[in-house]
């Protein structure tokens, strides 16, 4: 499974960004696709997941009301809608996908068995 991560960019405050993540080797539809972020000096931090299984989604309370992840089967992607970005969202923002994580974990990285390169989101002030 390979996952690749793009739609990261500059933008001030108050603005929005699209994420993507196109999903290889695997259908979106038997698993757990999740965006985590990492500041510079700060430690992995989960953002949001998907899982078509139930159909259910989380946020972090963080970006709750501000993001929205969601996801095209057809096109094997799942994607990350910023709105309303902050100085604090600047990370780096990784998509990672599990295949057989119980409900209860999947705000834990470690329960993601494949991740994707990072993309870079920088909110200026």
């Known amino acids: 499974v390979q996952l690749q991560a793009s739609g990261g960019g500059l933008v001030q405050a108050g603005g929005s960004l699209r994420l993507s993540c196109v999903v290889r080797g695997r259908t979106l539809s038997s698993g757990t696709i999740g965006w985590f972020r990492q500041s510079a000096g700060g430690e992995r931090e989960f953002v949001a997941t998907?899982?078509?299984?139930?159909?259910?989604?989380y946020y972090s309370d963080s970006v709750k009301g501000r993001f929205t992840i969601s996801g095209d089967n057809a096109k094997n992607t799942v994607y990350l809608q910023m709105n309303s970005l902050r100085p604090e969202d600047t990370a780096v923002y990784y998509c990672a996908a599990g295949y057989s994580m119980i409900l209860s974990s999947v705000r834990m990285g470690q329960a993601y068995d494949h991740w994707g390169q990072g993309t870079q989101v920088t909110v200026s002030s």
């Open positions: 998907i899982r078509w299984r139930g159909g259910y989604t």
